[in-house]
């Protein structure tokens, strides 16, 4: 068990700009969630993945922001046209049907 | 909706001081509770939980009793080291499909040696 491993652990980029992160999970975990966590606050619900699918998107996740698990392994969040309000950490997090959540350490996202 | 409240830090203590933090939650059904610790430059690491009315989870010398009548989950422990020295959430599960967690904003804890 290497735990859940996530890429990069920092992004700058400028305002406009669009970014991709990764996130592998536990290997035998078939869920995968992806949380935001800004300054003083603890994570939000973003997004849910059972296996390859999708099924469940919160009202955070704008248009802008997009969540694939195409194999039902790894995941990948891009966000496009990224604004400063997105500056956060960015949290992954996988499990199995009777397991808790084990969280990534997290990518750190700053747009100038 | 679903939520979680947890008290302001930040918490200052002395070592082997008692801890208590705080924590009340809003839920329909029944959830399961549960706090978390994220350390220095580390990543969330689930601590203990509780996934029925006043069931107790432990670990590491930290106890929580989850409370239905009140909605609360006190973190509690009798004596704290500087190596304790971490931001703590509570969390609620609302159960359903998804297993998803709802945090609390976090709770710092200093201690001091």
Not at chain 2, 15 to 23: G, P, S, W
Not at chain 2, 66 to 84: A, I, N, P, W
Not at chain 2, 86 to 108: D, E, H, M, Q, R
Request: one cysteine or more.
């Amino acid at each position: 068990d290497t735990g859940v491993s996530q890429n990069p652990r920092h992004k700058i980029t400028k305002r406009g700009q669009n970014v991709t992160f990764r996130c592998d999970p536990i290997s035998e975990h078939n869920r995968l969630y992806w949380y935001r966590q800004t300054l003083g606050q603890g994570p939000e619900f973003l997004t849910y993945f059972q296996n390859e699918a999708q099924l469940e998107k919160s009202r955070l996740l704008s248009d802008r922001f997009s969540a694939e698990r195409p194999k039902g392994s790894f995941s990948t969040l891009e966000i496009q046209r990224t604004e400063q309000g997105d500056s956060a950490m960015y949290l992954c997090a996988s499990s199995s049907s009777d397991s808790p959540l084990h969280f990534g350490n997290g990518t750190r996202l700053t747009v100038t | 909706g679903d939520s979680v409240t947890q008290m302001e830090g930040p918490v200052t203590l002395s070592e082997e001081a008692f801890l208590t933090i705080n924590c009340t939650y809003t839920a329909t059904g029944y959830p399961s509770l549960f706090w978390y610790v994220q350390y220095p430059g580390e990543g969330l690491q689930l601590l203990l939980k509780a996934t029925k009315a006043d069931d107790k989870g432990s670990n590491k010398g930290f106890e929580a009793t989850y409370r239905k009548e009140t909605t609360s989950f006190h973190l509690e422990k009798g004596s704290v080291q500087v190596s304790d020295s971490a931001v703590y959430f509570c969390a609620l599960s609302p159960g359903g499909a998804t297993n998803k967690l709802i945090f609390g904003t976090g709770t710092l804890l200093a201690v001091q040696p």
